[in-house]
Nanobody, 115 residues
Framework: QVQVVESGGGLVQPGGSLRLSCTAS????????MGWYRQAPGEQRELVAS???????NYSDSVKGRFTISRDNRKNTVYLQMDNLNVDDTAVYYC?????????WGQGTQVTVGQ
């Protein structure tokens, strides 16, 4: 059974930083392509960043230069380092593990940027 679990969300002031973590089990972790998505109230879920098995990364234009995705296969974990956060980054952040045509989602972690 595959389990995807996010952690690290919280409240942060504008200009601050947070690091999200996501662990995925059920298969050899290095076989997964991993991605971070977010969904703000009233909005559709959108891709934030992704990293594949070869560690190639992709970022949305809105976070490029501020967010960094990385993975540690020994720890079965993918990270999202978020710097210079602004109020528009407020959302529930979801982690997705993908293996072939199978997709597995976590339950999400709330990130709130504000005073």
């Amino acid at each position: 059974q595959v389990q995807v679990v996010e952690s690290g969300g919280g409240l942060v002031q504008p200009g601050g930083s947070l690091r999200l973590s996501c662990t995925a089990s059920g298969r050899i972790f290095s076989d997964y392509n991993m991605g971070w998505y977010r969904q703000a109230p009233g909005e559709q879920r959108e891709l934030v960043a992704s990293i594949n098995m070869n560690r190639w990364t992709n970022y949305s234009d809105s976070v490029k230069g501020r967010f960094t995705i990385s993975r540690d296969n020994r720890k079965n974990t993918v990270y999202l380092q978020m710097d210079n956060l602004n109020v528009d980054d407020t959302a529930v952040y979801y982690c997705k593990a993908r293996w072939r045509s199978y997709e597995y989602w976590g339950q999400g972690t709330q990130v709130t940027v504000g005073q």
